[in-house]
C-alpha cells in the first residue's frame, strides 16, 4: 500500500508545470496549474499556452472541454509553442535548497 501512494505521489510531481524559483520572473503561465508551462501546448482558439499535460488531462476529463482562457470555444486544436518553450528553457533558476543556504543558480 506505501508503494502506491509513494509512486502517485512521484507521478504526481511530473503533472504540471514547472514548480521553481526563477531568477528573473516569468510573465507567462499555464491557467490550469498556474505555473510556467512545461512541454507548452497553444491552443487554436486564442493562441494561449498551457502546459501539454494540463491540457490533456482537461479534455481528459470533460466531454466537452473548453479553453480556460478564453472559455468561448470548444479546444480543438493545440501545437507545440517552440518560440515558448526555448524561453523557458533559458530561465536561469535558484537551488530548490536556496532556504538551507544553497547558492546555486542554473538551467
Same mark, same amino acid.
Given at each position: 500500500?506505501?508503494?502506491?501512494?509513494?509512486?502517485?505521489?512521484?507521478?504526481?510531481?511530473?503533472?504540471?508545470?514547472?514548480?521553481?524559483?526563477?531568477?528573473?520572473?516569468?510573465?507567462?503561465?499555464?491557467?490550469?496549474?498556474?505555473?510556467?508551462?512545461?512541454?507548452?501546448?497553444? &491552443?487554436?482558439?486564442?493562441?494561449? $499556452?498551457?502546459?501539454?499535460?494540463?491540457? @490533456?488531462?482537461? /479534455? *481528459?476529463?470533460?466531454? +466537452?472541454? &473548453?479553453?480556460?482562457?478564453?472559455? $468561448?470555444?470548444?479546444?480543438?486544436?493545440? @501545437?507545440?509553442? /517552440? *518560440?515558448?518553450?526555448? +524561453?523557458?528553457?533559458?530561465?536561469?533558476?535558484?537551488?530548490?535548497?536556496?532556504?538551507?543556504?544553497?547558492?546555486?543558480?542554473?538551467?
Amino acid at each position: 500500500m506505501a508503494a502506491k501512494s509513494s509512486s502517485a505521489k512521484n507521478n504526481r510531481q511530473f503533472i504540471g508545470g514547472y514548480d521553481y524559483q526563477f531568477i528573473s520572473p516569468f510573465d507567462q503561465h499555464c491557467s490550469i496549474c498556474m505555473l510556467v508551462p512545461r512541454e507548452p501546448v497553444k &491552443t487554436s482558439c486564442c493562441g494561449k $499556452s498551457f502546459c501539454s499535460q494540463c491540457l @490533456s488531462t482537461l /479534455k *481528459e476529463h470533460h466531454s +466537452r472541454p &473548453t479553453c480556460p482562457n478564453c472559455r $468561448s470555444q470548444k479546444i480543438t486544436q493545440s @501545437s507545440f509553442d /517552440k *518560440e515558448m518553450d526555448k +524561453r523557458i528553457k533559458e530561465l536561469v533558476v535558484y537551488c530548490s535548497h536556496k532556504r538551507g543556504g544553497c547558492e546555486w543558480r542554473g538551467k
